[in-house]
């Protein structure tokens, strides 16, 4: 097998929304952080010592959460595991350091697996997805897979979520062959990855002021759009009261189920390339 050059070192995206940097409580034990344009989660309640990270954002972003978790939990303590939503490079761009440091577990999908050990790289950003600047731009994002062969492993068949009882994942393939969301019924919170999300992504200027609209998954790097369209669906039979999704502001509430009904019924106007609609 021939290596994948896997190393982010050298990739350095100057995309930063106004929302960089800053976090949010969702519950008491949900928050996530915003890493340049994309979002990364904590379970956990403030101060305790039990706690999941969700996804790893940006590359060379590390120290960063690394020092995000320490002011949310209240020391440096590493977490129970990590927990990935899926492998693209803005979701995982800072796994490997951290797997340095901490040495936790770190669970996916088992299609996405290939792409976290070393074996398949995702197809490139597609330009044509959209007329926006990111789209554009997207051909020159990375998008080979990564290495974390001796830490990744397959989330549970059963559905459960390791170290976050209550929670269950869901396959919501689409975005990526192995793509999930994570939802807790007892209160209808969902992270929903990349499977939908809550701006513009393709768009510069709305990712930049976090403009607030639901979306589908961002169109330069979706893979099946049929499973898009399917993925959304289930999420939306969920009835979640609350969703945080790999980029955009939280959407909860009347705001939230309005937004994703309107989606799935207009999935093919809201969230299709144009050049895949039909006429």
Request: charged fraction near 25%.
């Amino acid at each position: 097998m021939k290596p994948l050059d896997n190393d982010f070192s050298e990739s350095h995206l100057p995309f930063f929304s106004v929302k960089s940097g800053e976090g949010r409580e969702v519950c008491k034990d949900v928050y996530y952080w915003t890493n340049q344009i994309v979002n990364v989660g904590f379970y956990g309640v403030a101060g305790t010592r039990d706690w999941v990270l969700i996804d790893c954002g940006m590359p060379h972003s590390k120290d960063k959460i690394v020092e995000t978790a320490k002011e949310r939990f209240g020391h440096e303590g590493k977490p129970k595991a990590i927990v990935l939503t899926h492998g693209h490079f803005d979701h995982v761009g800072s796994l490997e350091p951290l797997l340095k440091d901490w040495n936790v577990p770190v669970y996916a999908h088992e299609l996405e697996i290939p792409y976290l050990n070393g074996e398949r790289n995702y197809p490139k950003g597609d330009p044509t997805a959209d007329g926006g600047l990111v789209s554009e731009l997207s051909p020159f994002y990375p998008h080979h897979g990564i290495n974390v062969s001796g830490s990744v492993q397959k989330l549970p068949e059963n559905g459960e979520v390791p170290f976050m009882q209550g929670w269950k994942w869901i396959h919501t393939p689409s975005h990526t062959p192995g793509h999930v969301s994570f939802y807790r019924e007892e209160d209808g919170v969902l992270f929903a990855g990349d499977a939908f999300v809550t701006v513009k992504q393709e768009s510069l200027y709305r990712v930049l002021v976090q403009k607030k609209e639901i979306s589908g998954p961002p169109r330069y790097f979706t893979m099946d759009w049929k499973a898009a369209e399917a993925s959304v669906g289930r999420l939306a039979e969920l009835l979640p009261k609350a969703a945080v999704t790999g980029h955009g502001e939280m959407m909860a509430g009347e705001e939230l189920e309005r937004s994703l009904g309107m989606l799935v019924e207009r999935f093919d106007e809201v969230a299709l390339p144009p050049n895949r609609r039909s006429h």
